[in-house]
């Protein structure tokens, strides 16, 4: 009998934290008295560091076309390429780098007159202390640019109600595969 009161109070204890992302209850009363709780609350700011491994050309790339116009490979910016990404994040450049994550989401080239591309991803935290986490971004990557910054306008988990800004820096490009690894700054307002 003491093993099963054991064993089941293992199984409830699990029950419980399971559900959670940081300690954080995802259920929709949890998130109610989570913003309840927000007026009293500080915002935290958090600035990451990682590289972004953007894999077109590959036995497993981690980006693929889904979409292009008819004229896209005529065009000398490839207007209206659209691929979809699964890419790592990795703490250093190497890409046998440990992952903290993963870069998913879209990019389209949407410029006529120069290389630039529309975001739309979520960085999926997958290790370490932000597991479960994610920042949203939605903004423009003029590629030729040194420093590209990019709006983060939401998150979860850790990074509920996001703000900020991550700017990306392209560490090394391959022009014939296409393949290119970024280097990400990220500053966030969170709470």
Known sequence: ???????AFF???ITIILPSSHGLDQSPKGVDTWFKKLPHSKAKMTKLHFYFHD???AENPSAIQIAQANNTFQSPTFFGLVRMMDNPLTVNPEPNSKIIGRAQGIYGSTLFEDLGLLMTLNLVFTNGKYNGST?????????????REMPIN??????????GIATAKTYQIDN???????EYHVVVLHY
């Open 1 to 7: 009998m003491e093993k099963f009161l054991l064993m």
């Open 176 to 182: 014939t595969t296409q393949n290119a690894i970024l």
């Open 154 to 163: 939401g998150g979860s988990g850790v990074f509920r109600l996001a703000k």
């Open 55 to 57: 894999i077109v050309t």
């Open 135 to 147: 920042l949203s971004i939605l903004g423009h990557n003029q590629i030729f640019q040194e420093y």
């Open 11 to 13: 199984f409830l204890a």
